[in-house]
C-alpha cells in the first residue's frame, strides 16, 4: 500500500475566483475619496442620481459647504479645469496647465478662493483633507455663487445635488438653497437613502 | 534569514527531494493567492447600491423689489406643519390671520408613525386610497399598463384632487435636515398633491414661541 498525500484538486475553486475576480474588476467604479463623511438621511425615493453633469453640494455635520462638480467618467470635456479658470480670472488668480490637470482628478472642496492654489498643490491627501476651511457664502463676497454661476455657464444643464448630513442644521441647508435659488435652480435631487414604508389603511 | 538557515541546515534532505521529483509541476499558489487578494479587495470596495435622490421643486423666488405676498390657500384645505427643534413638530388647521381672531391652536406630534403621519393620511385618505387602490390592481395584475401610464395617471389623480389638503411646511430655528427631509418624504408617503416649503412667518413665530413657554410653565407646574 502506498501512503499517498491526500490531494485536493482545487481547479475549480480557482477557476471560480478567477471569474468573480474579473467579474469585481470589471464593476468596479473609482472615485476619490470624499473629504468628509456625510450620512445622508433616508428617504422611499428610488430615483438614481444622474451619473454625469452633476453639482454636488455637501454640507457636513459641522455646517461646512463642500463643492464638487462631476463630469462622471467622460472627461474629455474638460469642464472642472475650464470653470477652475474662468472661477480664477474672476478672483484674478491664474492657475497652470499642471495645476488644472491635478484639479479634474480631484474631488469636492470647501475653500476659498486664494487658499485653493495650495490645496491643488498638496500631494499628502491627509494634509489636504484638513485645509479645508469653508467656501465664502455670504452677501460680500459669495464664492460659492460664483463657483455654480460659471459651472451652469459652461454647461447650464447641470444637475444640483445637495447631500446634506442628517445632523446639519436646516439654515444652512436653506442658505444654499437660497443661493441656487439666486443662480435660478429651482429644481434640486436630495441625496437619500433607501428606506421601505409599509402603511395599511387599517390603522386610519 | 528564515530562508538562509533554512538552506544550511536543510541541504542534504533538499538535494533528495530534487532527485525524487518526476513530473514537470508548476507551483500555481502565488498566483492563486494573489487572485484570492484581489478578488477580496475587489469585492470590499465595491459599492453595489448607488445612492438615491429624492427630487423637490421650488417656486421661483419672487424679485427683491415686489413685496412678497403669501402664498392664497384655501382656508378649509390648508394644513400648517410647523418643524421645531428636537423632532418635534406642531401642526394646524387653516391659516393664521392675526386680522381675524382667534388664532388656531397648535397641537404638537412627532415624526412617528402615529404621527404626523397619521394627521397627514387621515386629510388626504380619498387620494390616498385612490392611489393605491391603482397600486394593489398593478400589483395583483388586475390592472396592466406600462409604466408611463401609471405615473400620468397618478399625476392626473393628483391634479383633479379638489379635497386633498394643501400643506404648508414650515421650518423653526433649530432644525435639523434630516427633520425637513423626513416631513417631505412623508408627503410623498402619504400621496400628498399639494404641499409647498415656505418660510416661517412672524405671527407663527410668536404662536410657536407662545406654545414652548406654555409647554415649559405647564411642565413647571406638574413638578
Not at chain 2, 534569514?1 to 541541504?11: K, P, Q
Not at chain 2, 418635534?88 to 415624526?111: C, I, M, S
Request: charged content about 25%; glycine content about 4%; overall charge neutral.
Amino acid at each position: 500500500m502506498h501512503a499517498k498525500p491526500p490531494k485536493i484538486d482545487m481547479t475549480p475553486m480557482v477557476d471560480l475566483f478567477f471569474l468573480l475576480l474579473i467579474f469585481f474588476i470589471l464593476t468596479a467604479t473609482f472615485r476619490p475619496q470624499e473629504a468628509v463623511m456625510v450620512d445622508t438621511p433616508s428617504s422611499i425615493s428610488n430615483t438614481t442620481t444622474p451619473e454625469k453633469h452633476i453639482i454636488t453640494l455637501m454640507i457636513s455635520r459641522d455646517n461646512m459647504v463642500f463643492f464638487n462638480v462631476d463630469n462622471g467618467i467622460d472627461s474629455s470635456e474638460h469642464l472642472r479645469g475650464k470653470i477652475l479658470q474662468a472661477v480664477g480670472q474672476q478672483y484674478q488668480i491664474k492657475f497652470t496647465p499642471a495645476e488644472i490637470k491635478r484639479f479634474e482628478g480631484m474631488n469636492s472642496f470647501s475653500l476659498p478662493m486664494d487658499k485653493l492654489k495650495p490645496w491643488i498643490n498638496e500631494k499628502e491627501s491627509k494634509v489636504r483633507d484638513a485645509m479645508h476651511t469653508g467656501i465664502p457664502m455670504d452677501s460680500t463676497d459669495n464664492q460659492l455663487l460664483m463657483w455654480i454661476r460659471f459651472s451652469r455657464q459652461y454647461y447650464p444643464e447641470f444637475e444640483v445635488a445637495i447631500k446634506g448630513d442628517r445632523d446639519a442644521d436646516y439654515k444652512q441647508v436653506k442658505k444654499v438653497i437660497d443661493i441656487l435659488q439666486d443662480n435660478n435652480v429651482n429644481r434640486f435631487n436630495l441625496t437619500t437613502n433607501l428606506e421601505s414604508v409599509e402603511i395599511s389603511l387599517d390603522n386610519l | 534569514m528564515a530562508e538562509i538557515i533554512a538552506n544550511e541546515g536543510g541541504g542534504k534532505q533538499k538535494g533528495k527531494r530534487r532527485a525524487k521529483r518526476h513530473s514537470t509541476h508548476i507551483d500555481m499558489t502565488p498566483m492563486v493567492d494573489l487572485a484570492c487578494l484581489l478578488l477580496t479587495f475587489f469585492m470590499l470596495t465595491t459599492a453595489f447600491s448607488k445612492a438615491k435622490v429624492m427630487e423637490i421643486v421650488l417656486p421661483e423666488k419672487t424679485p427683491k423689489d415686489q413685496k412678497d405676498e403669501a402664498p392664497q390657500v384655501d382656508k378649509d384645505r390648508a394644513l400648517n406643519i410647523i418643524l421645531i427643534g428636537d423632532n418635534k413638530v406642531l401642526w394646524y388647521n387653516g391659516l393664521a390671520d392675526p386680522r381675524k381672531p382667534p388664532l388656531p391652536v397648535l397641537n404638537e406630534t412627532d415624526f412617528s408613525d402615529e404621527g404626523i403621519r397619521r394627521v397627514v393620511l387621515q386629510r388626504n385618505k380619498d387620494l390616498f386610497v385612490q392611489i393605491e387602490e391603482m397600486n394593489k390592481a398593478l400589483v395583483e395584475g388586475t390592472l396592466k399598463l406600462p409604466k408611463d401610464t401609471v405615473t400620468a395617471r397618478r399625476k392626473k389623480m393628483m391634479t383633479e384632487d379638489k379635497k386633498g389638503p394643501v400643506i404648508l411646511i414650515k421650518a423653526a430655528e433649530g432644525v435639523k435636515y434630516h427633520n425637513v427631509v423626513d416631513i417631505i418624504d412623508e408627503m410623498a408617503i402619504c400621496n400628498v398633491a399639494r404641499y409647498a416649503l415656505v418660510d416661517i412667518n412672524s405671527v407663527e413665530k410668536k404662536m410657536v414661541a407662545q406654545f414652548l413657554a406654555g409647554e415649559a410653565s405647564g411642565t413647571a407646574s406638574l413638578k
